[in-house]
């Protein structure tokens, strides 16, 4: 019986002992972070030096990290280096929002699983600060992409304000008054002291007046559209002065 026992644990046991490591080895491989795997909310590693592995969805995805300073595990997580992204690349949910800036006036931003170009046409540009990416979207053109819907911005000739509808900025009023369109401190202001038949104006100007464009009539707000409300008598025409909206007499130009 005693040899017997001594049997078992010579060469069963280097067999058990192999079985065993080998089945270690292969929950230990389980366990290694990869594409399809399952993986906790805003867990994140590097698949290698180029590509990050981000958690979308509870599972895990390969996002790329075409920067300089590529994929790469720091004392604060996993760094990816964006700033070489191109739009249309995939992002997860767990990087929402994150952005940096590609140029001077253009960022790439992470919006709904992929990412996306952002212009920064505003005086401040883009500019990477303490780890995040400032862009000045105050100024704006027709066209430009966008991520925050109904924000507002000024065109460039400040001739208009543009809205951000459905991912892109479109015009949304004319600003023909003297002062044009100013954006400061988040805050677009539109002069519409002076308009044009059937321009847009805003709902909180209804029944406010302007001058018509060709300075021969009144307009006046209603229902989000400027419309005719008087003409100016003949010898007259269309005055901003003093802050009101009236018909006054022109003067005669001075003979020579």
Partial sequence: MRDSM???GGPLS???RMFFLIVVAAGAGAC???VGKSCEPDES???NGATQLSCHD???IATPCRGKGGCAATDKGVSCDISANRAG???SSADEGAASCVSPERMVVCREGKYRFIDCRGAQGCANEAGRALCDTSVAEDGDSCSKEASKACSKDRKRVLSCQADRMRTLYYCRGEDGCAASAGKVNCDMSVAALDDGCDPKM?????CGADGKSILVCRKGRFVLDEPCKPGTGCSTEGGGISCTKRER???P
């Fill in 6 to 8: 001594r049997d078992f």
């Fill in 58 to 60: 509870g599972q895990f």
């Fill in 45 to 47: 590693s590097c698949l």
């Fill in 206 to 210: 209804d029944e406010k007046n302007a």
């Fill in 32 to 34: 290694k972070p990869g």
């Fill in 89 to 91: 690349d995939p992002c």
């Fill in 14 to 16: 280097a067999i058990v």
């Fill in 253 to 255: 130009p001075s003979a």
